[in-house]
């Protein structure tokens, strides 16, 4: 899909890898619709020209009304990107349900909720695309994150049935999976600390830049799935070969350490 001159209506846009992706997308032309929590956050990354809206994406109707000011704003929508993403570090059996319930609200319901939103204007045009950012997590589960980890899997599962259903309506949904992208994703999350070496080892780390160019190209060469880094399909093809021996390593890595803490209330 051609990038310049496309209307691009992007989540989680303050920060990590949607500030990253404004800006890639900003040098290849696209008209940018931003959004986020903060608005201060989203002044320091918007541009005159920008549409900048400061939303919680959990609030019943925001999908809607974030999609009918882009349209009204630049007169269509061509690209959405669903980047917003949270993160919980508890167990299974642990997890608080309100945290649980949020993070699925976040990573899952709202995404659905602006590909509902979005589909009619890009059906109409006949023309668009979805980008969903999910994790490797949503391939091959995480021990430490295991919730996180269904939540990335259920979005790679509404892609993959969204392109099927999409066939032929000229609308292409695509998945992204980032691997470990150097963000503020751990702090901002919640639960047990994750396992030492996995915060300590920076070795297969990349930086959001990194990750932006990836989804854009992802976008311009119609990509079915984006894997970022590309190493990342090693690790997944090893786990459909020897899942065991696969988890067997993860496991090794979380219990390599592991603190009791909420990172979000200091609890």
């Not at 400061?54 to 980047?83: H, K, Q």
């Not at 570090?89 to 976040?106: C, G, I, K, L």
């Not at 390593?249 to 350490?257: E, W």
Request: glycine share 10%; charged share 15%; aromatic share 6%.
């Amino acid at each position: 899909m051609k990038i310049a001159g496309s209307v691009v209506l992007l989540t989680g846009a303050s920060d990590g890898i949607g500030a990253a992706c404004a800006g890639v997308l900003r040098e290849r032309g696209a008209k940018l619709a931003l959004t986020g929590r903060s608005q201060s956050k989203l002044a320091a990354v918007s541009n005159p020209g920008d549409l900048s809206i400061a939303a919680d994406l959990t609030t019943p109707g925001c999908a809607e009304m974030l999609v009918r000011r882009t349209v009204e704003f630049f007169g269509r929508i061509d690209i959405l990107i669903n980047n917003a993403g949270w993160g919980i570090y508890w167990p299974v059996a642990a997890s608080p349900e309100p945290e649980t319930r949020r993070m699925f609200d976040v990573n899952f319901f709202a995404p659905l909720a602006l590909i509902r939103a979005a589909l009619p204007h890009m059906r109409a045009q006949r023309s668009g695309t979805i980008v969903n950012i999910g994790s490797i997590a949503g391939s091959v589960a995480l021990p430490w994150i295991p919730l996180y980890s269904a939540s990335k899997s259920a979005l790679a599962m509404l892609t993959a049935g969204l392109r099927m259903e999409l066939a032929g309506t000229g609308v292409h949904p695509m998945l992204v999976a980032p691997g470990y992208v150097l963000t503020d994703f751990q702090a901002h999350s919640a639960g047990i600390a994750p396992p030492e070496r996995v915060v300590g080892d920076k070795r297969f780390a990349i930086s959001p830049s990194a990750c932006a160019r990836d989804i854009v190209r992802g976008i311009e060469h119609g990509s079915r799935v984006v894997m970022s880094p590309r190493w990342g399909w090693l690790l997944v093809a090893m786990h459909r070969l020897a899942p065991r021996a696969v988890e067997h390593h993860l496991l090794r890595l979380q219990h390599s350490g592991g603190r009791l803490t909420n990172r979000v209330t200091g609890n």
